[in-house]
């Protein structure tokens, strides 16, 4: 179990009071890699087998307890539609804080945490299909020569179809 620390070391532009820079999470789901914001991460466990809940979405993949307190565990993979899921010895529990409740999300591996300024945030791309839901996609940056799709956590895990917070 590796602990992370939630530091705020966002910088704040004082003539518009508004933060130059983000500290983000990094972790894969399949081949493309994600950040969220830091401060929404509360630690990292490795993956447990959780005990499944009756007639829970396929993506709710049960509960743990973690030190007294009841967590739901979704398995993101799952929930985004990643072609193949396979648990291993790089399967993390990333444990959440979305909207005042404690949610495990379960992703193929954690990277690192990168501070990304605003200026190298791009928005979202636009899609035309209803079928793609993009509501939890705040940005894509790029970092070397790769492609980091940031995602607003609070919004995917709080959204009324995960059934994990009050709407």
Do not use: W
Not at 82 to 87: F, I, L, R, S
Request: glycine fraction near 8%.
């Amino acid at each position: 179990m590796t602990a992370v620390a939630a530091s705020n070391v966002n910088h704040i532009d004082t003539a518009h009071g508004v933060r130059s820079s983000s500290e983000f999470l990094t972790f894969r789901l399949g081949g493309e890699e994600y950040g969220i914001d830091i401060l929404r991460v509360q630690e990292i466990r490795s993956f447990e087998k959780p005990t499944r809940i009756a007639n829970a979405p396929s993506h709710v993949l049960g509960v743990v307890n973690l030190r007294g307190v009841i967590v739901p565990v979704v398995d993101l993979r799952i929930k985004l539609g990643c072609d193949t899921v396979e648990y291993n010895g790089l399967t993390v529990v990333i444990v959440l804080n979305v909207k005042g409740r404690v949610v495990g999300a379960v992703v193929d591996s954690v990277s690192d945490v990168l501070e990304l300024p605003r200026e190298q945030v791009r928005p979202a791309p636009e899609m035309a299909s209803s079928t793609v839901d993009t509501a939890f996609i705040t940005g894509i940056a790029s970092v070397g020569e790769r492609m980091l799709i940031l995602m607003d956590i609070e919004a995917l895990l709080g959204s009324p179809d995960m059934g994990l917070t009050d709407v």
